[in-house]
């Protein structure tokens, strides 16, 4: 194709390649956008969900027409200046063109420092974007009627305290539409991580520390809660499944709930941030009483952690 | 001072001998090797063990634990040092020691299969038994993934225990990791870096050989967890997980930080190398893209590996003498072991993905038959890289509750780090401009890198904004962007460089046809694995989990059909692998590939000091295409001409 | 080496090697306990199951791991698993005899019963609604599956004399124990459910929850419900 003919007869690859190039990148984004865009997971439910998805189609929105050039031009560089057989000659000596590495540099920095502003923007609007923020978090919703919700990870399932009805205990993870909510993440043992597939929240649950995140529910509908940091032999089974009701759905059910768990929550220890399960003053007492001190009978001190 | 015999391959431009003028040696059983590690390996774990029983038993704290992870430590200290001294590492430093004279080791010589079982200071064997060695760990890590998904093709029917599924990701991940550190610098680098910059050896010919012989001590060690349980928290080992789970866990924290020493050393020689033993005009501006990446890779692992070991070290601490560096109710943090692991575990994945870029910029010139684009936009794209790489690490703990106002900042630097891996891309577009492509089975290889690697760096970009990790962080999104440029790339470079350099290295061609069947089965089935897995990702299903949603089941089911199909495409490589070294051997003694590099201007295998006398450099080894061009060495300078240079400044 | 030779090595090594990945394979990593069947005893849509829970056992190469057993339906042996299989749509009658001394609850909320029938359990007879670990030595275990929500604390002996003289062979037949006896309906649709004990009494262990804990056939298993 190329190989024989005189420079002013051989075409004009870069004007091909970026005419090309801008038809497909200018066709395919505003298909992405508007056809797989709504789409694109985690859904709309949460606020922090609609911002990851949000993030996505920007992102996808500069990843398509990046993908699209290079493949293109591999394409066309496999189909123009293939050498044809029994062709044993070289090519060009071309050693750089410093007008296409520069404006290939710019160009990138560009996009990149945009991404990244804009990726900071989204955390600040939009408290966090679910993300965990740890015990200080800085991007908090501007409201007064936060919901506070506890969510404890132990080896290997999960239970929520409300401490806002009394501070009971449960399994069930019922939310309200509408209010922001508060996660306050935390472990009793190893690292686990909480993440509300539909509500777009993630935040590791470590012990001894309050990973706090945000976001509120904007639907109905169910969340799938499964653990996604690897926490030892159950983790694959360690998942729970929630629901978003409305406001006042919740309200009943949360009062609901504080009367009927109240034996229980007498057994619980106060509502805290974290929780050291080694120490257990109550205990300490029965124990010294009854003279047990090892296994038949006892609590993790911090002289031996392995030992009960 | 060290007294050597004359004519020994560790004077410099010392020649080996001529195998028929070599002293009668003793019978192969007796003289050290492999088998003689292997005695004193097991000989080592024998005695280590029994100290590790007699120290801890006067303390009631250790004795409590409930695991005896004390003897086990002591044990694999002592069988890998039971292997060395088998191998005969420690017999000249113990001559020199005692004053005695250290004979010449003679190790490389003779034409059989002994010597790849030895302790040989020639940088031409090690060259090759890491290769053996790093295709052996490959195919072992590749196993384990085909149980993972078998696993994996129903979300309710285990095949497996819970407890067995964990150990089988653990150690696919471990062994993959681990070992994939060391799978360009091993074989290829070690093999062609003196023949790429002129030298007739590597700078520390003992500690490279050191580096490769830890490699087989690390291998076993890891699948010796499998005996004792197995280990459960993954490759990234995080506590307090770790320092919860039963004897198998040694095993992994040890391996590890032997692989970590055996890659550091494996550094400090080819930097040192590279520096120091380039040939007169071998400038800067003249050294193979594949030499740049050496550089760069091995000082990410000089300054990123040594703190792997101190993580590793404090994991065995903790469990064995009950230290509390990562125990949080006695002060210690579960948040210290991230940081440690991952300001080791980001500059590794660059480790990782340097030498593959290394070594397509150093093919693709050669099938183009054009200068590689913008030499020095690629080299300072590496340099970038490795920089970078250092200032990127919490972007892996977006969401453990690390202080939120440090992640805008790494965002801003890991989408800053997607500028120079960028570069890569615009100097194969540039060398690919108006070039006479070849598409030989390098090639293609070097071809498929980029376009998996694309997919690759383009899922890391979306991984750097924050909020979309918070949905992709710890799922299969995560797990398919690290395959593609890991596997996808590197890989994929990884064979490349084989079916190019084989030739060198073992004077024998690989069958044509049978590379190009691996090459489409395994681009084309890579991709089907793969590809689905950024979907299933964000469809919401994490990493190493064996239940899954039941309308994820189609999609997994086709992943691991393809996995298995991928799995026997490495089979038709092992096949065109073993058959062509041992069976068919088609010679090709000279420069088939027609390639400007230095390595290919001597013969194919080269002489054992490589070259008859120092090159003298008087080109670079891109300059296709000039007429004008100088060749790139002269291989017979005239007398004087390298003491000369020596002499003058700034030259050596 | 002549080519025959080189064959001949190189299938030597190749046997070698398949056959160690395949005994690695099929010894240690599909290896599993063995699974107790029910499903043929079901009479009247309801099927009895009996389990104990050991201080010790002298059974394995653990011999200080607590551990679970199942009593085989046929031989009424008590097997050293903790799988099990019942069929579908049945009353799951479970009685689970404690030999082993009380152990603190990490989180009291699992003294709570749930998902029984009647919403308790019967503690040597009598109706019991939750246990108070933290109150006094009275939890030993917990029989917890949560994917039917299903969560038992199961009694302990209280006293001293009883916790320092528990029964120190295995599988127990004396020595002083709680019985607990509770009922659930399985699902119409079959799958496989995981069960484990929630208290951390994996002595020696950081946080207690690493080796019987995490040993699917000591105090961790599962239920495989066969679909009707």
New interface residues.
């Given amino acids: 194709m ?2 024989e003919t005189a420079p002013d007869q051989e075409p004009n ?1 870069g004007a091909r390649l970026l005419s090309m190039w801008l038809l497909l990148s200018a066709s395919c984004d505003p298909l992405f956008w508007f056809l797989a865009g709504p789409h ?3 859904g709309r439910m949460s606020s ?2 609609a ?2 998805q949000t ?2 189609n920007v ?1 996808a929105m500069i ?1 398509i027409p ?2 699209i050039g ?2 293109l ?2 394409g066309y ?2 189909t123009y ?3 044809k057989d029994g ?1 044993d ?9 410093a007008k ?2 520069v404006t ?2 710019a160009v ?2 560009a996009l ?2 945009f ?2 502003a ?3 923007v ?2 600040w609007t ?1 408290q ?12 908090k919703p501007d409201s007064s009627n936060i919901l506070e919700v506890q969510v ?1 990870g ?4 999960w ?1 929520f305290r409300y401490p806002q009805f009394g501070g009971f ?3 069930a993870l019922v939310l309200p539409e509408g209010q922001p909510i508060q996660f306050d ?1 935390t472990s ?4 686990h ?1 909480f ?1 509300a ?1 539909q509500l ?5 649950a ?4 309050n ?1 706090v995140a945000y976001t509120t529910a904007k639907q109905l509908g169910q969340v ?1 809660v ?12 360690m ?2 499944y929630g629901k978003v009701v409305t406001a006042t759905a919740f309200q009943s059910w949360a009062r609901q709930s504080e009367v009927q ?1 109240a ?2 929550t007498r ?3 106060p509502f805290a941030l974290t929780y ?3 120490n ?1 003053p ?2 300490n007492e ?2 010294i009483k ?3 001190t090892s ?6 001190n ?1 002289n ?5 | 001072m060290i007294e050597i015999e004359p004519g020994s391959v560790q004077q410099p431009g010392g020649g080996g001998d001529e195998p028929r003028q070599q002293p009668r040696q003793r019978s192969w059983w007796l003289r050290p090797a492999m088998h003689t590690a292997l005695i004193g390996a097991v000989l080592g774990y024998v005695l280590g063990h029994w100290l590790g029983n007699y120290f801890a038993s006067g303390y009631q ?1 250790i004795a ?3 695991s005896s992870d004390f003897p086990i430590v002591l044990g694999y200290g002592f069988a890998v040092i039971g292997w060395l001294a088998g191998l005969g590492v420690f017999n000249d430093l113990i001559l020199q020691m005692l004053g005695k004279p250290v004979a010449a080791n003679t190790n490389h010589l003779g034409g059989g299969l002994g010597k790849y079982f030895r302790y040989s200071l020639d940088h031409k064997v090690v060259g090759i038994q890491y290769l053996v060695a790093m295709v052996g760990y490959f195919l072992t890590g590749g196993l384990f993934a085909m149980l993972i998904r078998a696993e994996l093709l129903s979300p309710s029917y285990h095949l497996l225990t ?2 067995a ?2 150990e089988v990701v653990s150690e696919h991940g471990t062994m993959m990791m681990m070992m994939m550190t060391s799978v360009v610098m091993g074989p290829l680098g070690n093999y062609l870096v003196p023949l790429m910059i002129g030298s007739k050896r590597v700078a520390f010919p003992r500690v490279e050989a050191l580096s490769f012989w830890l490699t087989p001590c690390s291998f076993i060690i890891l699948l010796s967890s499998v005996l004792m349980g197995g280990f ?3 490759w ?1 080992g ?1 506590a ?2 770790s320092i ?2 039963g004897a198998g866990m040694d095993g992994y924290a040890f391996a590890f930080g032997l692989m970590g020493i055996s890659a550091t050393l494996a550094a400090f020689n080819i930097v040192v190398t590279i520096i120091c033993y380039r040939a007169p005009g071998m400038r800067w501006s003249r050294l193979p893209m594949f030499v740049w990446s050496m550089l760069t890779t091995g000082f990410l692992l000089i300054l990123a590996a040594p703190v792997l070991i101190g993580g590793m070290y404090m994991i065995l601490t903790d469990r064995t003498a ?1 230290t509390g560096f990562f ?4 002060g210690g943090s ?2 210290l072991y991230e940081d440690l692991f991952w300001f080791f575990g980001h500059p590794e994945v660059y480790i990782l993905a340097l030498p593959g870029f290394g070594i397509v910029s150093e093919i693709i010139p050669v099938f ?4 590689l ?5 690629a080299a300072a794209g590496m340099l970038g890289v490795a920089i970078l790489s250092f200032f990127v690490w919490q972007h892996h703990l ?8 440090m ?2 900042l790494f ?2 630097t890991t ?2 780090i ?2 120079p891996t ?2 890569i ?2 100097v194969a ?2 060398t ?8 030989t089975v390098p090639m293609l290889f070097a ?1 498929g890198m ?2 998996n690697f ?2 690759g760096g ?1 899922s890391g ?2 991984l ?8 992709s ?3 299969f999104m995560v797990l398919a962007h690290f395959h593609y440029t890991i596997m996808g790339g590197l890989i994929f470079a990884f064979m490349a460089g084989i079916y190019y350099w084989l030739p060198k290295m073992m004077g024998i061609r690989l069958n044509e046809k049978l590379g190009k069947w691996h090459f489409w089965t395994m681009f084309i089935f890579f991709n089907s694995t793969f590809m689905p897995l950024f979907v299933l990702g ?3 299903m ?6 899954y ?1 039941r309308n994820l089941e189609t999609l997994n089911d086709w992943v691991s059909i393809s996995a298995f199909c991928l799995g026997a495409s490495m089979l038709i490589f092992l096949f065109n692998f073993v058959m062509s070294t041992l069976f068919w051997r088609e010679r090709e003694t000279g420069n088939p590939w027609r390639a400007r590099g230095l390595e290919w201007q001597v013969s194919s295998p080269p002489p054992p000091d490589n070259f008859a006398h120092i090159p003298v450099v008087l080109a670079g080894p891109y ?4 007429p004008n ?1 100088l060749p790139v060495a002269d291989l017979n300078p005239p007398a004087g001409v390298i003491s000369g240079a020596l002499a003058g400044a700034g030259e050596a | 080496m002549s080519v025959a030779a080189r064959a001949t090595t190189l299938l030597v090594a190749v046997v070698a090697v398949v056959a160690v990945l395949l005994f690695i394979t099929f010894h240690f990593l599909l290896a599993q306990p063995p699974t107790e069947n029910f499903t043929p005893y079901a009479s009247n849509g309801q099927v009895d199951v009996t389990l104990q829970t050991d ?1 010790q056992n002298t059974v394995t190469n653990k011999p200080d791991w607590v551990s679970y057993f199942i009593q085989d339906p046929a031989t009424k042996a008590w097997v050293h698993t903790t799988f099990f299989e019942v069929p579908a749509s049945t009353r799951i009658n479970v009685t689970i005899i404690g030999y ?5 609850l ?4 699992w ?2 019963v749930t998902g029984t029938i009647g919403g308790v359990e019967y503690v040597n007879g009598k109706p019991v ?2 246990l ?1 670990s ?4 009275n939890v030993q275990h917990t029989f ?1 599956m ?2 039917l ?1 299903i969560n038992i604390p199961i009694a302990s002996p209280t ?2 004399s009883e ?2 003289n ?1 029964c120190g062979t295995s599988p127990c037949t004396s020595g002083p124990h709680m019985t607990v006896q509770f009922s659930f309906m399985t699902p119409a649709h079959g799958g496989i459910f ?1 069960w ?1 004990c ?1 208290i ?2 994996g ?7 690493g080796g019987p ?4 056939g000591y105090m ?1 298993g599962q239920m495989e419900v066969a679909a009707s």
């Fill in positions: 190329t190989a690859h694109i997971p985690p922090s969900a911002t990851q993030d996505f992102l990843a990046v993908v290079v493949l031009y591999f560089a496999l200046w293939r050498a062709d000659t070289d090519g060009p000596p071309i050693h750089g063109n296409i590495q290939w540099m990138t920095t990149v420092l991404l990244a804009f990726g900071t989204e955390l939009q966090g974007a679910g993300a965990g923020e740890g015990p200080s978090p800085i991007w404890i132990q080896q290997w399932a239970t205990e449960t399994t993440v009793l043992d190893v690292i991580s993440w597939y777009g929240v993630k935040a590791d470590n012990p001894g520390v990973n799938t499964r653990c996604s940091e690897l926490c030892g032999l159950w983790h694959g089974a998942y729970d768990l034996s229980i057994m619980l220890p050291d399960p080694t257990v109550v205990l029965v124990l009854l003279g047990l296994a038949g009978g006892g609590y993790y911090s031996d952690l392995e030992q009960p | 704290q409590s634990a409930d819970a407890s599924y964990l459960p928290t993954g990234t995080y307090p997980l919860q789970a009950q125990v949080n109710q006695v579960s948040y183009c038959r054009k200068p684009f913008g030499y020095k936009t977006f969401d453990s509750g690390m202080d939120p106002d992640r805008p965002m801003l989408e800053l997607s500028i960028g570069f891309y615009l577009m540039g690919f401009w108006k070039a006479k492509i070849r598409l071809l980029y376009v694309l997919f383009v970009v979306f750097s904004d924050v909020p979309v990790d918070t949905t962080h710890g799922s964000e469809l919401g994490p990493r190493r989990v064996f239940e949603a300059e296709y295409g000039d061009a | 201080p082993d001394g009380c152990t603190l990490r989180n009291p909320v003294g709570q609604k939750q108070n933290w109150a006094g030595c917890t949560p994917g929500g006293t001293l916790n320092n528990l995981r484990q929630i951390p009494c002595g020696g262990y950081l946080d207690g929850n804990m995490s040993t699917e961790s």
